[in-house]
């Protein structure tokens, strides 16, 4: 059984940053993707990172302020997320998709989720 243990959430001034870490265990090359939902709203793909060379894939509205990366040997994956504005205020998800040759951050694709952190972005 796959599991994802997301930490590094937590209460942020608007222009500030957090970095996110999903631990991913059993040890294995997985894509993982990171997603968020808001209150009231649909969850939504941010991120992923592709298992076989690292390579980022991000959403339009996400980029230039969010940065995936991974390390393999402490099997993590981080989300640095840079200038957070009130309207970033999510729930934050990483999840394994174990079969895609490359990531997108379609929520169908991946199997596995962890629990989610809290992100809250005061103005």
């Known amino acids: 059984q796959v599991q994802l243990v997301e930490s590094g959430g937590g209460l942020v001034q608007a222009g500030g940053s957090l970095r996110l870490s999903c631990v991913v265990s059993?040890?294995?090359?997985?894509?993982v993707g990171w997603f968020r939902q808001a209150p009231g709203q649909e969850r939504k793909g941010l991120s992923c990172?592709?298992?076989?060379?690292?390579?980022?894939y991000y959403a339009d509205f996400v980029k230039g302020r969010f940065t995936i990366s991974r390390d393999n040997v402490n099997n993590t994956v981080y989300l640095e997320m840079k200038n957070l504005k009130p309207e970033d205020t999510a729930v934050y998800y990483c999840a394994a998709d174990p079969k895609s040759r490359r990531c997108l951050p379609h929520q169908i694709l991946y199997p596995y989720w962890g629990q989610g952190t809290q992100v809250t972005v005061s103005s």
């Open positions: 990172i592709n298992s076989a060379d690292g390579s980022p």
């Open positions: 059993p040890s294995h090359f997985y894509n």
